[in-house]
């Protein structure tokens, strides 16, 4: 049997990781925003930036944080490592945040690969380009179930006939879904963003179209993601 010092103890140990946990929880923001930024841009949000701050901005209090990952290319093998990278970091940083957070809503903001790391991470594979061949999500349905808008800008797996695709864009990305095209159970979460012209999310050629995203849609995914956080 337990002493009743081991029963204080034990006890005091409980009462305090409670208050430390209600302490931590106190902290949390209302609205949380993770940005995903694109090849070969600087750590940080890239050219996600623009709809982070917008977000933060409509909504004081919002905090956000940026998917610390390589977002990194120049042939198939570092790009495939670095989306791999990237969708372990989505999974770990989203999760980590969920845990600590309950109350908090997330929003995601993913531009060209930081887009295909959060699609792979919440709709599962394949994804052979990047080696990732298992369909089962890396984000449990759980742990999703906080997150309450997703926007996609430029995403390499933009596939034609999704009811959240915006934009001009009439052909599929360089790498569609084959499975989940629907990304269940986000679909009615989603805005992913591409025009016509576009060299990565559709069969363009143009890096100028790749690249507008942020000024031409900020804007309209804000009134989404407001929609969306109501």
Request: proline share 7%; hydrophobic share 35%; charged share 15%.
């Amino acid at each position: 049997m337990l002493s009743k010092l081991a029963v204080t103890l034990l006890a005091s140990g409980a009462i305090a990781a409670s208050a430390e946990t209600a302490e931590s929880q106190a902290r949390c923001p209302e609205i949380h925003v993770f940005g995903a930024r694109h090849t070969g841009a600087e750590p940080g949000y890239g050219l996600a930036q623009e709809l982070v701050d917008l977000i933060r901005k409509t909504h004081p209090g919002a905090t956000a944080e940026p998917i610390n990952y390589p977002a990194a290319g120049g042939s198939s093998e570092i790009f495939a490592s670095s989306a791999q990278a990237g969708v372990q970091a989505v999974t770990r940083q989203v999760t980590s945040f969920v845990n600590n957070c309950p109350d908090t809503k997330v929003v995601l903001v993913g531009y060209s690969q930081g887009a295909e790391i959060m699609d792979d991470a919440l709709c599962g594979g394949p994804d052979p380009t990047v080696n990732i061949h298992s369909t089962e999500p890396t984000i449990s349905k759980e742990i999703g179930s906080h997150v309450k808008a997703i926007v996609w800008m430029g995403n390499p797996r933009y596939t034609i006939g999704a009811p959240f695709n915006r934009g001009t864009a009439t052909a599929p990305g360089s790498r569609p879904r084959t499975e989940n095209p629907y990304c269940h159970p986000y679909t009615g979460i989603i805005q992913s963003y591409c025009d016509q012209g576009d060299k990565v999310c559709t069969d363009g050629d143009s890096w100028a179209v790749h690249g507008s995203y942020g000024d031409k849609y900020s804007h309209d995914a804000l009134k989404y993601v407001n929609w969306a956080l109501s």
